[in-house]
């Protein structure tokens, strides 16, 4: 759909978009921009003359289209990890009688870890219950607190229903926090016709905003003055260049801000925002689910030792696919030899993102093709390719 506006090496497909976007072409012009012309030129006045301390809301508005909410609601900075955070101890608050934070095994690590740190330094005795994805409707009770769900199951990629989930947790009195990262940029979400409180996401999976690149964090409009950031770092503060005392938040949705914003990154991410411009997320979404329906067909016909572990009702899964295998891992480091960039999630998972922005027919048929190769003829089954690295 856009496969020009963005830098992919030669020779090579990806399909880890769902992870690390590409670098789109024009970020290569706007961080350079950033560095010598406003860093290198503007020094300190660039926070006002090249507007770097507005930007954190700026991009938070354009971001907010892509995931049904409206301006004013949405702002970045900080890590995923932080944004978790933040918006898990904000929806404690707003249940001080409850005690129970439901959760489920499909949710990412670090959103689990999170709300067991959080729990540690709170008086209070939570109960993080993490239940099977399939399970979480039927746990909601009025112990609940908090529902902390990740749309997307980053490993199994099986696709929350996230109207229906949102109302029954809501009929409970159960605040809802929902985190984006692998559903902003892969799929149409309509978070104001939802209703959550919370939502949160990344910006450097299929926003392609760069490795780094901070994390947004949405609030429903009703709850945007009324909120308590417990991260209340001075960037939300309501004057932050008063240098007052004591912490007063923004009336707006700038309360969410902890610290200064990575302007570089941000430089990234409003050139990586432009691709979006004029794009439907339902078109997105078709293609989507065109290029992950022949890649199961087709791997399902020429790699029999492949197990779908993915959803196969395409509408019960996200923009990516997996497959299980006892060898996944050094089968994943072959393909990326041979030019498929996939991913590994242990235990056995080998994961592929379809990114239609920049992935279209013809990769999803060679990247098959490559992977029945080194299936058939065994090519994984080397020392090179066992060897783990830091970083699956
Ligand atoms: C990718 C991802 C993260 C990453 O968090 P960081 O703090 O940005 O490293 C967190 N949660 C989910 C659900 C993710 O998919």
Redesign the pocket.
């Known amino acids: 759909m856009k496969k020009d506006l963005f830098h992919i090496p030669n020779g090579i497909i990806y399909l880890d978009g769902n992870?690390l976007g590409p670098m789109p072409t024009a970020a290569v012009a706007r961080v350079q921009q950033t560095l010598t012309a406003e860093w290198g030129e503007m020094l300190i006045t660039a926070w006002n003359k090249a507007g770097w301390f507005h930007q954190p809301g700026i991009l938070g508005d354009r971001i907010a289209p892509l995931i049904g909410a409206q301006a004013g609601t949405v702002v970045i900075g900080d890590?995923?990890?932080?944004k978790?955070y933040q918006a898990l101890a904000a929806s404690l608050k707003m249940r001080p009688d409850r005690n129970v934070i439901l959760s489920d095994t499909g949710?990412?690590p670090?959103?689990l870890y999170m709300a067991e740190g959080l729990i540690k330094t709170l008086d209070k005795q939570y109960e993080l219950k993490v239940v099977s994805p399939t399970d979480v409707e039927a746990h909601l009770n009025e112990q609940v607190a908090v529902m902390m769900l990740?749309q997307v199951d980053?490993r199994t990629g099986r696709l929350h229903d996230m109207q229906s989930l949102t109302s029954k947790a809501h009929v409970n009195g159960t605040v809802v926090l929902w985190?984006l990262?692998?559903s902003a940029g892969a799929l149409p979400v309509e978070l104001e016709r939802c209703n959550p409180e919370f939502a949160v996401g990344?910006t450097?999976?299929y926003l392609n905003a760069g490795p780094g690149a901070p994390?947004f964090i949405y609030t429903r409009p009703d709850l945007i003055e009324v909120v308590e950031p417990a991260l209340s770092g001075w960037m939300g503060h309501e004057n932050p260049f008063s240098f007052d005392m004591d912490y007063v938040p923004a009336a707006s949705i700038e309360r969410m801000r902890v610290g200064t914003p990575p302007v570089l990154q941000m430089a990234a991410l409003d050139a990586a925002l432009d691709v979006w411009e004029g794009v439907s997320l339902s078109d997105v979404r078709a293609n989507s689910i065109r290029l992950s329906e022949l890649f199961i067909t087709e791997v399902e016909k020429r790699c029999a030792d492949l197990t779908l572990l993915s959803p196969r009702d395409s509408a019960q899964r996200g923009s990516q696919v997996s497959f299980t295998h006892p060898n996944g891992y050094a089968i994943i480091q072959a393909l990326i030899a041979y030019g498929v960039i996939g991913d590994f999630r242990a235990p056995d998972v080998l994961r592929f993102g379809f990114t239609p922005l920049y992935i279209d027919t013809d990769d999803v048929m060679q990247a098959v093709e490559i992977l029945e190769k080194i299936i058939t003829d065994k090519l994984w089954d080397q020392e090179q390719y066992k060897l783990r690295a830091t970083v699956t």
Not at 79 to 82: A, K, V
């Open positions: 992870s890590t995923l990890s932080i978790v949710n990412f670090t959103d990740t980053y985190d990262a692998h990344c450097y999976k994390a």
